[in-house]
């Protein structure tokens, strides 16, 4: 989330109203939740909005995957010891 806070307050450097890094970091917790605001977005900035949104699905993915082998291992260890 710091990675995609730092490319996004640098995004909004070069625009004509840039933002504080606090708010920057603000922006992108809250697209984590599904709240974000793309009135006005440059094509660069749909881009960045779209790959973040895809990394996070990505990412939120991933730990799904990993919850759920985890837990699949230690169902099989405890079944395997009942045995």
């Not at 970091?25 to 949104?53: E, M, P």
């Not at 730990?63 to 395997?80: C, E, G, N, P």
């Amino acid at each position: 989330m710091f990675s995609f806070s730092t490319g996004n307050y640098f995004l909004h450097l070069k625009s004509d109203n840039p933002i504080a890094f606090g708010h920057a970091f603000k922006v992108i917790f809250l697209q984590t939740f599904g709240d974000y605001n793309h009135n006005g977005f440059t094509d660069f900035q749909w881009l960045f909005f779209y790959c973040s949104i895809f990394y996070i699905a990505l990412v939120l993915m991933n730990l799904l995957i990993a919850i759920i082998s985890d837990t699949y291992d230690r169902v099989t260890m405890t079944a395997q010891k009942n045995e």
